[in-house]
């Protein structure tokens, strides 16, 4: 619509600073000549909308214009209290900025918004890590932000899983990332990527870097993980799934390839090695046989026979149940 529109070209100036015509299209994603037109009903409604020429013109309000127009839509304010963080925002020592910052956006909504704001905040709450996942201690993440924030140089002992273990850093913090519960720091030179839970010991320099203009952490971060995922999986192993087992990842083995008589389906699973693949199919006990590699399946079996033998009932348990005793071997 065009109102929503000339609202955003306002707090897009008002938030930017000068842009041109051409960026201001490409960011509401309409023509150059519809942008134009906005400008004048701008101006036309008293807006102190301004225009340069030349190669570094663009469009600009007055110095010290500000408007108190949110132009915010029911869902946009659904959305902006449905993203609040408090637990993330706490560890970053924000917890009582943010607190604040929601008061004053929910006390300059309408009081429709609120209403509708308020109903989000009552019937949805975000908990990112996984239930089995232990809170890990980070207790330099707030200095680590203060680095990313002020473009200060940090140097570390980290703590790795490669020998040596404990190595000592130079960074140059450039974004930090939380993923499923847990803080990275993304720095250079690199990038690369650091636990901000595995830093043992950190001393935030008096030495400033030029963090990269062209750097986008948002980008980096989802080329990480298709790297990360992509080194992870470095082989296969194919195996039957009983019905109504999934795995993640896995792929039929073929086109057109159908559930056998008794239900079970044959996929490809990208493992990461055997030992890993070992404990992971485990866990699904008789819902799963490994057809392949062989390692792997003669892997299984071993540690299948340990167990039947283990937990075979005999004399020597005082748990046995004596209704069934121990086979004799070889049966």
């Not at 939380?178 to 010991?201: E, S």
């Amino acid at each position: 619509m065009k109102s929503s529109r000339l609202v955003s070209i306002l707090l897009l100036l008002q938030t930017r600073g000068r842009m041109t015509a051409a960026q201001l299209a490409a960011e509401l994603e309409v023509s150059v000549r519809t942008v134009y037109r906005d400008v004048e009903a701008l101006g036309a409604a008293g807006v102190p909308l301004y225009g340069d020429a030349g190669h570094a013109g663009g469009y600009r309000l007055l110095d010290g214009y500000r408007t108190r127009l949110t132009g915010l839509t029911t869902e946009e304010a659904e959305a902006l209290f449905l993203a609040g963080a408090p637990g993330p925002a706490a560890q970053l020592g924000l917890g009582a900025v943010l607190a604040a910052a929601q008061l004053k956006v929910r006390a300059a909504l309408p009081a429709e918004l609120r209403a509708h704001a308020d109903r989000v905040s009552g019937r949805f709450h975000l908990d990112a890590p996984g239930w089995y996942a232990q809170a890990e201690e980070a207790p330099y993440l707030p200095t680590v932000a203060d680095a990313v924030w002020n473009n200060r140089v940090l140097d570390i002992a980290y703590r790795r899983w490669r020998t040596p273990t404990d190595v000592d850093r130079r960074l140059e913090p450039y974004g930090l990332v939380l993923k499923a519960g847990r803080w990275y720091v993304v720095a250079g030179p690199g990038p690369r990527t650091f636990r901000v839970d595995q830093i043992l010991r950190l001393t935030a320099s008096a030495e400033r870097f030029v963090r990269p203009d062209d750097f986008d952490l948002a980008a980096y971060w989802t080329a990480y993980q298709r790297d990360f995922h992509e080194r992870l999986h470095t082989a296969e192993a194919v195996v039957r799934l009983a019905p109504g087992v999934t795995l993640a990842r896995a792929r039929p083995v073929g086109e057109g390839v159908d559930a056998d008589a008794d239900g079970w389906t044959v996929v490809t699973v990208p493992i990461e090695s055997v030992e890993r693949a070992h404990d992971e199919f485990l866990r699904l006990g008789a819902g799963v046989e490994v057809l392949g590699p062989p390692e792997l399946r003669a892997r299984l079996a071993r540690t299948v026979t340990t167990l039947a033998g283990r937990y075979r009932a005999g004399p020597g348990n005082p748990y046995a149940d004596p209704g069934n005793p121990r086979p004799a071997d070889g049966n």
